[in-house]
């Protein structure tokens, strides 16, 4: 084993190596350190899914419940009525039948603008947020929840419980709620007297009922940022994932054309959430629109987790064009998307980008140097550890360019440019369409060389040619030992 590892430091190296007793010490003791990587902390199992999820479903909330069951509901175009539907897999949702579970009222409260729906399971009762207006004055926006007591939400009666009451009664919507070192939340937008924004974010405290806070409400985000003032000074949409130590808040910004984001608050895990200056907005939108994949307007998310109980999963709505036709509130094509969150290697989460519709893309990380995955960088191939260019690093599989029971590994930032050889070289590269490059970018997928659990990738027209890396660049070569064989073996994430 070590002597297989002073042969992989040489060779990393590479020709400007001097083989001197302290650069050779010096080596040693890399190889040592490697020798002993553990699997990053963000490995999480593969997930694949297809995009969009649900047409015509705009602020989409999606909750895994201990029954088994995922459940949808989101905004739809009418703005009249909730929905839900409910699946064993996050994919199933996609063709689950859909039930409307309450419609709005005739007249008075409740009567218009039926928005953004959150289903939550509270003290054995389920539970869903969602803001509203009135006929006859549309714009009258505060925030309401319903209860049903039925095991099953598809069944039994729901049960008004009324405004969600603030410090003051003003424009409210986007209520969602959570639970932090056993004190639950209540986080949500809402206008303020003297603020120049239409919404700012908002949290307060829950007592014994999930539809009253308790005590005041704290401001923790006003939209000042350019990219949170294009169309509209808006911070809303907020959802909560905890993890590694800290509390991350999501929220929506802008108006809900092109130019609608994704931006993010931190706090730490063991600070006092109900203070302004615990909160730390991240400069930058972290999921924004993106034209080499056609998702515009990507925002009003939740989180919830894969069927494998690891992997976070990120569900928002976006649409796959840029230009709308008139008042974007009033246009449908808000689809529900979701896609894998990675986790970088200091503990905050990677959003990349909202990928193409179709096949959601996987990374691949290096099996025998754990901390390295794939990616592009100029065009060529190779691993790098903590590439937090997350779609650098991300690809989808799909059917091979060459046929023949093939795979071709695409580019999640660059579709239409994939993997392939040439001189044994590996290249990210625009498909040209010729037979040479189809040929070039297939590969058949084989169980790991090295580990039954990961992935090789065989030449398609270089039989006996692996995909594998060497120097920390991708090759195709053919394999013999077992460092070859570990160098073109690859864990799916």
Known sequence: MTRILLSRAARCAGRRFLATPIALAAVVGVILATAFVATPASAAPAVRYTNPLAAQRADPHIFKHTDGYYYLTATVPAYDRIVLRRATTLQGLASAPETTIWTRHSSGEMSAHIWAPEIHFINGRWYIYFAAGRADDIWRIRMYALENSSANPLQGG????????????????????????????????????????????????????PWQITGSQVRISVPTLAWETRGYRVNEGPAVIIRNGRVFLTYSASATDANYCIGLLTANASANLLNPSSWTKSQSPV???NSRTSQYGPGHNSFTVAEDGQSDILVYHDRNYENISGDPLNNPDRRTRIQKVYWNADGTPNFGIPVADGVTPYRLRS???????????????????????LADSQFRIVTGLGGS???SLESANFPGYYLRHRSNEVWVEQNDGSTQFRNDASFYQRNGLADSAGVSFESLNFVGRYLRHYDHLLHTQPVSTATDRADATFFLE
């Open 405 to 407: 029971g093939s795979v």
């Open 158 to 209: 729901w049960t008004e419980r009324g405004q969600i009451t603030t410090n003051w009664d003003s424009f409210a919507l986007d209520a969602t709620t959570f639970v932090h070192n056993g004190q639950r939340y209540l986080a949500w937008a809402q206008s303020e007297s003297g603020i120049n924004a239409n919404s700012s974010l908002y949290i307060a405290r829950m007592g014994a009922n």
């Open 287 to 289: 999921f924004a629109s």
């Open 367 to 389: 099996a025998n140097l754990p901390d390295r995955y794939v990616r592009h960088y100029d065009y060529r191939a190779r691993i790098d550890a903590n590439v937090t260019s």
